[in-house]
């Protein structure tokens, strides 16, 4: 693919293979919310490092396949390609054994990539990519050349800590989490039972203005310059979660960028967060007009 100077989204983090039990598959939350996107007609590009390796160059090959854009990506020759080996469990539940150091671990903040990120609208990134310290330099110095800075908490044990996390919400504009990631980390600082109440103190503690939650096949709530949105969610018949809260947030970045109300906003990414979960794997073929129908479906019932 060539380079381009405008990308209205960059992602930045982790690209992988998630090994599952039926086989591995192409992943990396960063990489999947630019899947999402490109599906959306949004044009991202994706800052990411892969080993010279053999599973490197079929990542690349399968990610080029799926026209995510691969141009920013960076070969270690030091470091594999990430691995994530995923065990299900019950109630669609996934336990994760992320291998470090890999790959994505010493991503570097290029020149490049420093253009392309202050060209963008939004510059999205994961709490993941900043278990290592050079990954973690990296972003810092990435988001310093951000409009609007989009922070997708992905909190797994034992890949996370406090005081890092704290410096990238003291650097976000839109969060997204899931409820026991808004459950825990509001804990760190004050003990309230209502979720309502923890949103708006995030939001008051790091000057968050628009914070999602999602909550699993409960729907999602959005607070959005003071205000609470809510959707119930999309009935689906789950194959696996993985990947399904990337492509909620790549749905709603996308309805921003469209300034699509609130409420448009989230039925949109409540529509594709359950279609994706109706399917294996982080990135499975689909075509958006599926998702539509099924929303279609639901508004004529």
């Not at 939350?29 to 996107?37: D, G, I, Q, S």
């Not at 600082?189 to 949103?199: G, P, R, T």
Request: charged share 25%.
């Amino acid at each position: 693919m060539t380079k381009n100077s405008r990308y209205p989204v960059v992602c930045f983090g982790e690209s992988l293979w998630d090994f599952l039990p039926d086989g591995k598959l192409p992943g990396g939350a960063p990489t999947n919310v630019a899947y999402h996107l490109q599906k959306l007609g949004k044009n991202p590009a994706v800052i990411s490092r892969v080993g010279k390796d053999e599973l490197g160059t079929e990542l690349v090959n399968v990610f080029n396949a799926k026209h995510i854009d691969t141009t920013h990506f960076q070969y270690d020759e030091v470091h594999a390609t990430g691995k994530v080996y995923a065990t299900m469990k019950d109630n669609h539940e996934v336990e994760y054994e992320i291998v470090q150091p890999v790959a994505w671990d010493f991503i570097q903040c290029e020149k490049e990539d420093e253009q392309i990120i202050s060209n963008a609208d939004y510059f999205v990134f994961g709490s993941l990519a900043s278990r290592n310290k050079n990954s973690r330099n990296s972003l810092l110095h990435c988001i310093e050349f951000a409009k609007t800075k989009v922070l997708d908490i992905n909190l797994r044990p034992p890949h996370y800590h406090r005081e890092v996390l704290e410096m990238l919400l003291q650097r976000t504009d839109i969060l997204k989490l899931n409820l026991s990631e808004l459950q825990l980390v509001s804990s760190w600082y004050a003990d309230l039972i209502s979720n309502k109440k923890m949103v708006q103190f995030i939001s008051e503690k790091f000057a968050i203005q628009t914070i999602v939650v999602t909550k699993g096949g409960d729907g999602a709530m959005l607070y959005a310059n003071g205000n609470f949105f809510y959707h119930p969610g999309y009935k689906v018949k789950v194959a696996d979660t993985i990947g399904s809260g990337d492509s909620f947030l790549a749905a709603i970045i996308s309805k921003f960028m469209e300034n699509a109300s609130p409420e448009e906003a989230l039925d949109y990414a409540s529509a594709l967060g359950a279609f994706v979960a109706s399917r294996a794997g982080a990135c499975p073929d689909y075509e958006i007009a599926e998702v539509e129908s099924m929303m279609n479906k639901k508004s004529s019932e």
